[in-house]
């Protein structure tokens, strides 16, 4: 029987800038694919729900159809507005969110087995998520930071108080 004590400790390893630069373009394009669809949902409900004229200009269907047409703005049948931007960008950040809460990964992270957990290796929480959602562009800036770090965090690793991880190669299964 082995003491746990005296297992090997396998050293932690961080994913290349290649790598994250990789996870990012495939991110995007799962991005790219959630903002159509979040898209084709707001011009729906703006363009055939709120396109109703009301009867009469009292009562609560009314307020409702006014409430509407100022929310859902569209201009020249292509949406438009400070609701549509706010509804975007609750959507990417619950899109990231939720995969890094869940699993700790998106699917492009699966792809390059890279994880996402805070310095204790458990989930990130919501706030370490959204931290680390709106810094991520100045650390892209300051990558350059990662290369004088010993354990190659970036400004929004250290911000966010978050690490991605490299997971071990998968061993591959005998064919019967």
Known sequence: MTDPTTAPVTPIKH??????????MYDCLL???VSIAYGIIYIVIGKF???????SPSGLFYQFIVIGKLVFT???????????QLGWLATVVGFYSYFWMKGGETTGMRAWRVKITDLNGNSPSLSQCIIRLFSSPIGWLLFFTALFDKNKQWLHDRLSKTQLLLLPKEPKKKKR
């Open 49 to 55: 729900v709120f396109s109703i004229e009301a009867d």
């Open 31 to 33: 991005i790219i694919a």
């Open 74 to 84: 569209m201009e020249a049948d292509r949406p438009s507005g400070l609701f549509y």
């Open 15 to 24: 994913p290349s800038i290649l790598r994250r630069l990789a996870i990012v």
